[in-house]
């Protein structure tokens, strides 16, 4: 079954005040719309990228944060999906969103035990990451928690403040850095100048 963004959004919305506080939301509805104006722009070169799929990724990449607890939203999120019989390429974001370069070390929150969830590493390890879904990687690391966009500098450190430094904390930063290269390269430009309101949250 095929999930647009209004749904997406409506979905998120059902769980407001529902949890200790609506920043994941927020942060979701704010991921989904900077993720739309990449794709968007990404469209306009000619690149073959679903917009409104894209956004609806971003509305649900943490829709696994229903409950108010962090700890296994990956998993919790695709199984939500999943059950509720949403197709796989939107339950897939619950898994890939957190992990760059088809590596699960390659994430923000530390080093995982590989061996905990062998379906969750093989699958970060085989799956082919669609364009929309390497959007969604980006832009997650573009805005925190409450709906603002940052640049990746900012939000990595603030990434850094907030979960600690890790052993794999240089490699996730370098494995960002590549990651928003590859869009402006395919844009043509510096893809901060979709979002003139970056210079107000420096």
Request: hydrophobic share 30%; net charge negative; aromatic share 10%.
């Amino acid at each position: 079954m095929k999930l647009t963004s209004k749904q997406a959004k409506e979905l998120l919305e059902s769980y407001r005040g529902k949890t200790i506080n609506d920043k994941w939301i927020d942060h979701c509805i704010g991921v989904g719309d900077t993720a739309g104006k990449i794709a968007e722009a990404l469209k306009e070169k000619g690149y073959n990228v679903d917009v409104d799929k894209t956004i609806t990724l971003g509305y649900v990449h943490d829709i696994g944060k229903y409950n108010g607890e962090i700890h296994r939203h990956v998993m919790r999120g695709y199984n939500y999906l999943k059950e509720k019989e949403y197709d796989e390429d939107y339950c897939n974001i619950c898994l890939t969103h957190s992990y760059l370069n088809n590596d699960i070390i390659c994430t923000a929150a530390g080093i995982p035990d590989i061996n905990e969830n062998p379906f969750l590493t093989n699958f970060i390890k085989n799956h082919i990451y669609t364009m929309e879904e390497k959007i969604i990687n980006l832009c997650d690391l573009m805005c925190p928690p409450g709906g603002k966009v940052y640049t990746i500098d900012k939000r990595l450190i603030d990434l850094i403040i907030r979960k600690g430094a890790y052993a794999n904390t240089q490699y996730h930063v370098q494995e960002t850095y590549k990651l928003k290269d590859y869009f402006d390269n395919l844009l043509g430009y510096n893809l901060y100048n979709l979002f003139p309101e970056i210079k107000d949250n420096l």
